[in-house]
């Protein structure tokens, strides 16, 4: 190859390489946006980095009715929603969404829980909202579906629960 066939080449690949790459948007979102979103008095938001959190407050009567499984399902009851797709939709540049659930009384840590953005598809996140729905209205009635929503939440994200609730 002559200089100026190779200098010709190369100028063809910067200039469709630059094409090609597009600035990615990694705006994050407010946290007041966040809590607007999901428009709860119960959720504070915090953004760090590329992390959403949420902290949520769970009566300690919710958690004593319950037992371990209420203290377990708190944060999937959460990560689990139309709101929290919206939020990786809306926001490329947003890694994970993390929930943690205190006591409301002296704000204990009862569970956490944290979602990355390609632990769930388009499928799995139709499923993971229909578990979640299904676990929201009827799991006072039926427990299985809180099972069924901590063992699912379990497979999908990285979590924690307190020994002081969950022993």
Known sequence: MTNRLIINVLAMSLAL??????????????EDAVEALYSSSDVAARVTGNIVELTVNQPTRHVRRGGA??????????LFTNETEALFQAYPGLSGVRVITR???????????????????????????????????EGTRKPVLLEDLVDWGQEHTEYGYSEDFVS
């Open 103 to 137: 006591t409301g009384r002296n704000e204990t840590e009862v569970a956490r829980a944290f979602l990355h953005r390609e632990s769930l598809n388009e499928l799995t996140w139709r499923r993971s909202k229909n578990i979640a729905g299904k676990a929201r209205t």
């Open 17 to 30: 390489g630059s094409l090609a790459c597009e600035e990615a948007d990694l705006a994050m979102p407010s």
């Open 69 to 78: 499984l209420w203290a377990k399902v708190g944060p999937y009851i959460y």
